[in-house]
């Protein structure tokens, strides 16, 4: 069974402060998803990485796909409060024709004014 | 935009009845997931259907049935709750040909069985 270990499970921190949130697995996946969920909602999808290395930035977040496909990191720069919520990364296993993704343990973020 | 709806925001049930929790969405999507969320455990797929009347085990099928008779509607069925069956439980769809993987979820059901 492949596992994505995400880590810290909770970060608490002031507004303005800087933020990495890891995902790790000792599997591979073809590409790797990072959503948020705020309080009384579903999950909502943030980026997708793709090729090993991948760095994309949204904003104040940027997200890096390790080398081999098998972690990613999130990391926020001078956060703020409208970022708190529960971050989940999800791995799509690199098997043929599927599309069960592999949710990670979830990492609860709560930024105070 | 992509809206998935879920039937209830919140229900109660006692032990050993029979629940049903409802999802629909309205983008002709092809695929629709059934999740559960529990705190440090992520989500984990208990059902899913990538066709009308088409269904395959995810990771957590035990207790749990579902039925898919129409494409945007996705049903799980707990044919008698028990007091582990309380948690929240998410909908999700995707559209097949979609390349980015991206799956819309709907808000939840928060399911306490008692």
């Known amino acids: 069974t492949q596992l994505l270990e995400q880590s810290p499970q909770f970060l608490s921190i002031q507004e303005g402060e800087n933020l990495t949130v890891y995902c790790n697995s000792s599997?591979?996946?073809?590409?790797l998803q990072w959503y948020r969920q705020e309080p009384g909602e579903g999950p909502v999808l943030l980026v997708t990485?793709?090729?090993?290395?991948e760095v994309k930035k949204l904003k104040r977040l940027t997200f890096q796909f390790g080398d081999a496909r098998k972690d990613s990191s999130l990391h926020i720069t001078a956060a703020q409060p409208g970022d708190t919520g529960l971050y989940l990364c999800a791995g799509l296993p690199p098997l043929y024709n599927t599309d069960k993704l592999i949710f990670g343990t979830g990492t609860r973020l709560q930024v105070f004014p | 935009d992509v809206k998935v709806t879920q039937s209830s925001r919140y229900l109660v049930k006692r032990t050993g009845e029979k629940v049903f929790l409802e999802c629909v969405q309205d983008m002709d999507h092809e695929n629709m997931f059934w999740y559960r969320q529990d705190p440090g455990l992520g989500l984990r797929l208990i059902y899913f259907s990538y066709d009308v009347k088409m269904k395959e085990k995810g990771d957590i099928p035990e207790g749990y049935s579902v039925s898919r008779e129409k494409k945007e509607r996705f049903s799980l069925i707990l044919e008698s709750a028990s007091t582990n069956q309380t948690s929240m439980y998410l909908c999700?769809?995707?559209?097949?040909?979609?390349?980015?993987?991206?799956?819309?979820f709907g808000p939840g059901t928060r399911l306490t069985v008692l």
């Open positions: 990485v793709v090729t090993g290395g």
């Open positions: 599997s591979v996946f073809s590409s």
């Open positions: 999700a769809s995707k559209r097949d040909s979609d390349d980015t993987d991206t799956q819309y």
